[in-house]
């Protein structure tokens, strides 16, 4: 029988603060990450009421340009990339023909003919045999998979503003949500861009890997005032979970369609022509036959990923996500349920054999108070 | 670090002897590999434990994990106040006790380990 060769676990240019600062290490996506440092409710709590800084370099970074990557890209993302300005980012998809996904991402347009594309670790490579595979024949466009020349930071929180102002030139107050810009971070040159997977305000730095330490180093000194924590992992899946936000492999995968998941609104409808179009115009005349909903426990469990979600008494979906949440002090949850369940249907949640009470709630379970 | 009056077991519970009677935790290894624990599934009073076998669970916010008697017996006290403040297993595992057990086979303590032979296990 053929040996498949691990491949070695890979390190971010800050893996070494990560180990100095305490941090508990896992595998992930063929990374070694911080999963948490001082704890995840210590850390989710310090997002939400003051700032947390991630290390999130394990992203992929696909970069796709030339003069037809515009309208290639149309073809290949869920969204409308002819929307975004230059400076400016959005959610998107990588759909299949089928309409489900082969990732949720990120696209930032850099230049009219010029996008960044950042994926989750555990897909980016099928990603960009995926993306150079369906831009042949789209004219005048190349994909270039540029993981290895970003490190990501990001600094999340109501304190990130004040934080990292100081640090750079890049006037934040004028930045707003889901745009960027090009500027020096604590003397690296780099991109800040107004994003974040924690459904708080909070930026996220893209800088050459050998001066991540640096920027990592003045951020932590900067936001040592305020008490910024670093924060793993787990922290920051407790709090894209409760504001909502899509994990790939959980809530959504290529078995599920971006209808299927609640996310109709990254797909462009009037566009024209792009993968997985027709299956979802079919989808949305026909109706799908289920839909991602939001969960909180009325009896004391946690539902988990994976857990059988009972309407009425009958086995009828699944958990894909599923926490005791730090700040809302809830176990809340996302599921996949028949479409046609009604926002009040009695629900449980078998927990490891037991059955526990729980009730839909609408999405997001958090959101930010607006300033 | 580990308190030498316990007992522990390789899945990471302690027993805290008193004659045929003992207090049943978890150890501070095991709370630093769970995290923010956030709920305790343990047995009512009367219940019987039986060495190795699962009497319960133990949850983290990101993950559930068994709890495995260190001792067999009979369940006479069950800790409530961990049902309200389960974080009291991450501030102090040595003294949060889960359960008072009546120890029905007390040589099995002679199997599990001592504070110096477990600190081997999580070296």
Do not use: C
């Not at chain 1, 009828?316 to 028949?338: D, E, N, R, W």
């Not at chain 2, 030498?4 to 045929?20: A, Q």
């Amino acid at each position: 029988m053929a040996q498949v060769e691990p491949a070695a676990v890979k390190h971010t240019p800050l893996h070494d603060r990560h180990v100095g600062l305490g941090a508990r290490m896992v595998p992930f996506a063929g990374w070694n990450m911080p999963v948490e440092y001082s704890g995840i409710v210590d850390e989710h709590m310090a997002v939400r009421t003051r700032a947390g800084l991630f290390d999130v370099s394990h992203m992929g970074e696909i970069e796709v340009a030339g003069r037809d990557a515009a309208t290639a890209l149309q073809r290949i993302t869920s969204n409308d990339v002819e929307k975004l300005t230059v400076g400016q980012a959005h959610y998107s998809g990588l759909l299949t023909p089928d309409g489900t996904f082969v990732d949720d991402l990120l696209v930032y347009r850099l230049a009219p003919d010029h996008f960044l594309m950042v994926v989750n670790a555990s897909n980016a490579v099928k990603d960009y045999r995926w993306i150079s595979d369906h831009l042949k024949g789209l004219g005048d466009v190349v994909a270039v998979d540029n993981g290895a020349r970003y490190a990501l930071i990001a600094l999340q929180g109501p304190a990130a503003r004040e934080i990292l102002q100081p640090l750079t030139g890049v006037p934040l107050a004028e930045m707003k949500y889901y745009w960027f810009a090009a500027g020096e971070i604590a003397g690296a040159r780099g991109t800040i861009s107004r994003t974040g997977y924690t459904g708080e305000d909070g930026f996220e730095m893209f800088v050459p890997p050998q001066m991540a330490g640096r920027v990592w180093d003045a951020l932590m000194e900067a936001g040592r005032s305020v008490d910024l924590r670093p924060a793993g992992l787990g922290a920051r899946d407790t709090l894209r979970l409760e504001s909502a936000m899509r994990l790939y492999g959980n809530d959504i995968d290529d078995t599920t369609t971006a209808i299927e998941a609640g996310l109709e609104w990254i797909v462009a409808w009037s566009k024209g022509e792009f993968l997985g179009r027709d299956a979802l115009v079919r989808q949305k005349e026909q109706g799908a036959s289920r839909r991602l909903v939001g969960f909180e426990m009325v009896d004391r469990a946690i539902g988990r990923n994976g857990y059988p979600v009972l309407v009425d008494g009958v086995q009828a979906g699944t958990v894909t996500s599923g926490t005791q949440t730090p700040f809302l002090k809830k176990a809340i949850g996302m599921a996949y349920v028949p479409a046609e369940t009604p926002k009040d249907a009695p629900i449980e949640i078998d927990v490891r054999g037991r059955r526990a009470k729980a009730r839909l709630v609408p999405m997001p379970f958090y959101k930010r108070p607006r300033s | 670090m580990y308190p030498p009056e316990l007992k522990y077991t390789k899945d990471h519970e302690w027993v805290r002897l008193d004659g045929e009677r003992g207090e049943v935790g978890v150890t501070d290894y095991a709370q630093k590999q769970l995290g923010d624990v956030v709920f305790l599934e343990l047995p009512e009073v009367g219940a019987t434990l039986t060495q190795g076998q699962s009497f319960g669970t133990i949850e983290s916010v990101k993950a559930v994990s068994e709890l495995y008697a260190p001792v067999s017996g009979e369940v006479v006290e069950v800790n409530g106040a961990l049902k309200d403040k389960p974080e009291l297993v991450n501030e102090a595992p040595h003294t949060s006790w889960m359960l008072r057990v009546k120890l029905s086979k007390p040589d099995e303590v002679n199997g599990l380990l001592d504070s110096a032979q477990y600190d081997e296990v999580v070296r």
